[in-house]
Structures are given as structure tokens and as C-alpha cells.
């Protein structure tokens, strides 16, 4: 009777423990939800600050001057191409406008290029004294190659800009979705205007650089899909604004 009565009440502290156990589990469980909630919160935070650091150096003095630049440069070959394609409609046009556009760049790169000339002079020093003679000079102290790059460098500012949003989004550092929101516009109408160009820095120089801006016209790519299949179904519903951020908004 005695040993019957300890075995029966000996099972208690097993249910007790399983009880502890249980609780235990709730509390971790608990614990984990919160630090994931946390962890939610501190990637949100860090994501925000990601996009407004990116919005900074969009809006910086020079990104701003480099976009006037753009945007009057397009103005021209606008005014150029339709003076020079009267019989066009408007998409045939538009797409004149992005050869042209890309043609302009190609012929500002290659003057560019030709500041990778060789080099005749006998020393490192005969060389640094043609430099500071070229700067010491009335005129001509800044060569037509070296004109070039200037331009072409403010005029392309921009693709940095764009490739390093690209490459941030590839690395699932920022969700592709926010860019697309933001951004679309922009990354679409810099897509159409520079591809043309960008095919040719692919190609052109002493080595095939493929990669060169390929994250860009990729996501330019599934931008332009998304925005078509968007205005599928939509394409009944009028649109009221919106569209993210534009080259020169």
C-alpha cells in the first residue's frame, strides 16, 4: 500500500516539470517573437535610411547640374530630331530621339577616348612639364579630349547613380518593389535614353566589359514589363498621377 502510494504520488513532479517545460516554451517562444519583431523593425529602419541616403545623393548640387544638363541636351536633339524627321508619329519619333541621344553620346565618347593616346615623351618628367605648360598657357590650356570627358563625365553622373541603386537591389539590400515605386520612371526613361550607348561602352575599349551597366538595363527591363502589364489592366481606369520620381522632376 505504502509503495503503491509513493509510486502514484512519485508521477506528480513529472507532470510539474512538463508543466515548467511548457511554460518555458511559451516564454521562449515569446522571447523569439519579439526579437524577430525587433529585427523586423531595425531592417525596416536601416531600409528607410538606405532609400533616404540614396534620395540625398539623387537631390546633391551635382546630380542636380548633371540632370540640367540632361535634360537640356534632350531638349536639343527633341528639337533636332523633329526638324529633321517631320513625316515621323510619335513613337517612331521617340524612338529617333533615343538613337540620337545615344549617337551624340558615342560620338562624345570616342573624343573622349582619344585622351588615351600614346605617349611619346622620353621621360616622366618631360611629360609632367607638357602638362603644366598646357595649364600655364592662354589658351588651349584644356585640351578638346580633355573638353570631351568633362562633358561626357557630367553628362553620365547619373549611370553611377543608377548602377549602384541596381546593384543594391540585386544584393536584396533594398526590396525591388521600393525602387519601383520610386523610381520607375526614372529608370525607364534613362534606360531608353542611354542603351544604345551603353551597348557600345560594352563593346568598345582595349577589353569586352559585358557587365558594364547590365544590373541597370535589367532591372530598366522588368521595370518596363511591369509598368505594360500594369496598364493592361488598368487600361480602362484613368489615371490620376503618380508614376515615381522622373529624370528631371
Known amino acids: 500500500m505504502i509503495a503503491n502510494w509513493t509510486l502514484n504520488w512519485g508521477s506528480v513532479p513529472d507532470w510539474l516539470m512538463a508543466g515548467i517545460a511548457g511554460v518555458a516554451a511559451w ?21 528607410a535610411s538606405l532609400i533616404l541616403e540614396l534620395d540625398r545623393d539623387f537631390e546633391s548640387p551635382e546630380m542636380r547640374e548633371s540632370r540640367t544638363a540632361l535634360r537640356s541636351l534632350r531638349n536639343e536633339i527633341e528639337s533636332f530630331t523633329r526638324r529633321e524627321h517631320r513625316d515621323l508619329d510619335n513613337d517612331a519619333l521617340h524612338e529617333e530621339m533615343n538613337r540620337n541621344f545615344s549617337r551624340y553620346m558615342n560620338a562624345l565618347w570616342r573624343d573622349f577616348r582619344k585622351a588615351d593616346r600614346k605617349v611619346t615623351n622620353n621621360s616622366l618628367e618631360s611629360l609632367l612639364k607638357l602638362h603644366l605648360d598646357n595649364q600655364a598657357s592662354d589658351e588651349g590650356a584644356i585640351q578638346p579630349h580633355e573638353r ?31 525602387i519601383f515605386l520610386l523610381y520607375d520612371a526614372l529608370f525607364i526613361e534613362m534606360g531608353k535614353w542611354f542603351s544604345g550607348h551603353i551597348k557600345l561602352r560594352q563593346e568598345d575599349g582595349p577589353k569586352r566589359n559585358p557587365d558594364f551597366m547590365r544590373l541597370t538595363l535589367q532591372l530598366c527591363a522588368e ?27
Not at 517573437?33 to 531592417?43: E, I, K, M, N
Request: glycine residues 10%.
Open 148 to 178: 570631351a570627358g568633362i562633358q561626357y563625365l557630367r553628362l553620365t553622373q547619373i549611370l553611377g547613380w543608377l548602377e549602384r541603386v541596381s546593384h543594391l537591389v540585386h544584393q536584396g539590400l533594398i526590396p525591388k518593389e521600393d
Open 27 to 47: 516564454i521562449a517562444l515569446s522571447q523569439l517573437r519579439s526579437a524577430a519583431s525587433a529585427a523586423r523593425d531595425q531592417a525596416q529602419i536601416a531600409r
Open 223 to 249: 521595370m518596363e514589363a511591369k509598368r505594360l502589364a500594369n496598364q493592361k489592366e488598368a487600361e480602362k481606369i484613368p489615371r490620376t498621377g503618380g508614376g515615381g520620381v522622373r529624370a528631371f522632376g
